[in-house]
């Protein structure tokens, strides 16, 4: 299993495929593997890195104050380690926060960048969402924050149509669940995070992706990344809810593809 040492911290990663290196960022969840769907298409035309966040998964899980800019120095310092200059960046909701950090501050690491279903600040709707899921975790326990967490990641027919899936889902990320003092620390890290102000200085050729029924990070979030960010492409599917990638896999893998291979 390959990790890297940071220095403070070592992080889980794994590279498939050959050719211009491809990042695929998680959110919230920070495992890697939350792109199971996407690995094997995307790989076929890429070197697809994933990695666990730090506090996540197979990474070092420390006890620490996490920050959007803490995670954003994690994927440059492993970057560096893999010696790898510049790449294409997707990233998902807290993934699509790092990565409109590294397209303001180091914009010569990129070459295309997907903010995948991400916001730009914690409006009045976004503070009632994760105050609930801090809340839930803190006082209710992890069991009860990952299903009450499934509920709104997915659309509700998905939930119903997949309930077996999604409760063996639900125990096997009990099973592994970070100390809960790491995941509080990153719920109150995304609740910081707002770079509204310097979206306009991303050059970077963007799309911002998102589900109309994306019940975490509504559209209007893209809408206004895509406004503030020069020459961006919107694209906003019909349905799939937060974890689209995995409601409708194929449409989302295809349409991210379109976009990289685009001139």
Not at 33 to 38: D, L
Request: hydrophobic letters at 40%; charged letters at 20%; a neutral charge.
């Amino acid at each position: 299993m390959p990790k890297i040492s940071l220095g403070d911290c070592s992080l889980y990663y794994e590279e498939h495929g050959s050719g211009e290196p491809l990042l695929l960022v998680p959110g919230l969840g920070g495992v890697g593997a939350a792109f199971f769907k996407q690995i094997p298409e995307l790989s076929k035309h890429y070197r697809v890195i994933v990695h666990d966040h730090r506090g996540c998964g197979q990474s070092d899980q420390p006890v620490m104050k996490y920050s959007v800019e803490q995670m954003t120095q994690d994927v440059l310092r492993l970057m560096d380690k893999l010696k790898i200059e510049r790449a294409h960046l997707l990233g998902h909701s807290t993934g699509g926060a790092i990565g409109q950090i590294i397209a303001i501050e180091q914009p010569q690491r990129l070459k295309k960048l997907v903010l995948s279903s991400t916001w730009t600040h914690c409006d009045g709707f976004f503070a009632r969402i994760f105050e609930a899921r801090h809340a839930l975790l803190k006082q209710a326990g992890p069991m009860t924050y990952l299903r009450g967490t499934t509920a709104v990641l997915y659309p509700a027919w998905w939930v119903a149509q997949n309930d077996r899936v999604l409760a063996e889902q639900e125990k096997q990320q009990m099973a592994s669940f970070p100390p809960a003092e790491v995941v509080l620390s990153r719920i109150e890290a995304i609740m910081r995070f707002d770079r509204r102000e310097q979206l306009s200085r991303i050059r970077t050729p963007t799309l911002v992706s998102v589900a109309a029924d994306d019940n975490v990070t509504p559209a209007y979030f893209s809408e206004a990344l895509a406004k503030a960010i020069a020459g961006a492409k919107l694209k906003v599917f019909s349905q799939g809810g937060h974890l689209l990638y995995h409601v409708i896999e194929r449409e989302y893998t295809q349409a991210m593809l379109d976009f990289l291979k685009s001139d």
